[in-house]
């Protein structure tokens, strides 16, 4: 993972790529939004995306009430565990 320095300059918020190894400055100035995004396109692998409704369809399709209810239960949970990372 890359290294970066806060600068500040007359009083305005920078950063700037620092390569260890090298001792030099690497890249242009970022601004605090710029860094956050390009350290998040980093870090972030792949994206997620739940459709809340087409998730309830498919579990109403689920012949047998015992294992939708199982199905509900478990989806349930997930959630409750999402919201506890927050």
Not at 8 to 15: A, E, L, Q, R, T
Not at 18 to 30: I, N, Q, S
Not at 44 to 59: C, H, L, M, P
Request: aromatic residues 10%; glycine residues 4%; charged residues 30%.
């Amino acid at each position: 993972m890359s290294s970066y320095h806060k600068i500040i300059m007359n009083g305005k918020v920078s950063y700037r790529e620092f390569d260890e190894a090298a001792g030099f400055y690497e890249g242009e100035m970022l601004t605090e939004k710029e860094l956050i995004e390009r350290l998040l396109d980093d870090a972030v692998s792949s994206t997620v995306e739940i459709d809340q409704e087409a998730i309830e369809r498919a579990i109403n399709y689920i012949p047998s009430s015992f294992q939708r209810e199982m199905v509900q239960n478990y989806v349930n949970y997930l959630e409750v565990l999402v919201e506890s990372l927050e």
